[in-house]
């Protein structure tokens, strides 16, 4: 009988009796041979391994009818496939290439997003790209979320590669971000200082953490560029690059961005939210209002500072145009 994937769900396997005295990381690595023995260790060192519900060392011996719930880390891939995807290449020379990256793309291979990532794309696309950050994420110096569009970084070679993270592990790097938000913040711009960490019970999720032990220094200046009836237009520029930050610091203030699920609770704004009326159920926006507007950056090789921009999506255009004209305070 063919096992599901440990991987992608905990599986439950019970012992024979021909096993009854064996080893349970040997019993395993038998029961799940794409896996090996060094990385079934480590999953029954951090308790994703467990027997009859309880936790256990790789040493234990099994009795015949033990139940094991397996689950393990997804293996290591060799590198993402060349996709022919269409990319926006707003900058390439011999050592970098900046992209505007459209939403609902993910930068690069992981659990459930194996193709159509932008590490595919990458591939595609450019004959050189580096292994800095290993096969995995060809290039990609820094990421976005999935539903985030906007300009993104691409290194060709490892020394472009180590040169330009150096300057976003020093923060010499400018980001700037524009956002829509589901209400407006009480100031015209101001600094949220708060730490972030995981959250307690959520794991795709991080939460304002003061006090935990893992949550780490987190900024975020803004600057309200426009306020609507129910809405704002947000320029924001983060100080650090924690996971989710710029997402939670606007939910912090009780200014989620514009259909941002998890932090935001909706997922998406028709014509008919704008104008109160129900006929109107043309959906505008469909993900997170969030765009990655600019980045300054010196070049890897010449030091020379660079300013890239993209331009708004057609979604978030559209919605501003929507608001402006049904929610405008003018």
């Known amino acids: ?41 480590k999953s029954i060192n951090e308790s994703t391994v467990k027997v009859n519900g309880r936790r256990a060392k790789a040493a234990q011996r099994l009795q015949g009818g033990d139940q094991i719930t397996v689950q393990l880390p997804e293996l290591a891939r060799e590198g993402p496939l060349p996709c022919a995807i269409p990319l926006d290449i707003l900058y390439e020379d011999e050592a970098i290439a900046v992209i505007n990256k459209p939403p609902g793309m ?12 932008l590490a595919s794309a990458l591939r595609y696309h450019f004959d050189e790209l580096s292994e800095y950050g290993g096969p995995t994420r060809p290039g990609i110096v820094h990421r976005l979320d999935r539903d985030t569009s906007g300009v993104i970084l691409i290194a ?38 708060l730490p972030i960490g995981p959250h307690a019970y959520q794991r795709e999720k991080m939460a304002i953490r003061r006090d935990h032990p ?18 704002a237009a947000v320029r924001i520029t983060p100080k650090t690059g924690r996971t989710h930050q710029i997402r939670l610091h606007l939910a912090s203030i009780d200014c989620p961005v514009l259909c941002d699920r998890l932090y935001g609770g909706r997922s998406q704004i028709t014509l008919g939210d704008l104008t109160r009326n129900v006929q109107d159920d ?3 926006l469909e993900r997170q209002a969030l765009h990655a ?8 090789l010449t030091d020379e500072e660079m300013t890239f921009d993209a331009p ?16 405008s305070l003018r």
């Open 282 to 284: 043309e959906v505008l």
């Open 156 to 193: 060709k070679t490892d020394a472009a590669h180590k040169r330009s993270a150096g300057q976003f592990e020093d923060r010499t790097v400018s980001k700037e971000y524009f956002a829509l938000t589901l209400g407006a913040p009480n100031h015209d711009r101001d600094l949220i200082d």
């Open 312 to 327: 708004l999506p057609d979604d978030m255009q559209n919605t501003l145009n929507a608001i402006n004209e049904f929610r």
């Open 1 to 41: 009988m063919t096992l599901p994937d440990p991987a992608l769900a905990p599986v439950d396997v019970v012992v024979p009796d021909e096993h009854a005295g064996a080893r349970l990381d040997w019993f395993v690595a038998q029961t799940f041979p794409s896996y090996s023995r060094t990385h079934i260790r």
């Open 214 to 231: 893992a949550a780490r220094p987190a900024q975020s200046f803004y600057e309200v560029q426009e306020r609507f009836n129910g809405f």
């Open 293 to 300: 507007l600019r980045l300054t950056i010196r070049h890897p």
């Open 106 to 117: 993910v930068v690069h291979p992981g659990r459930g997003h194996w193709e159509g990532t």
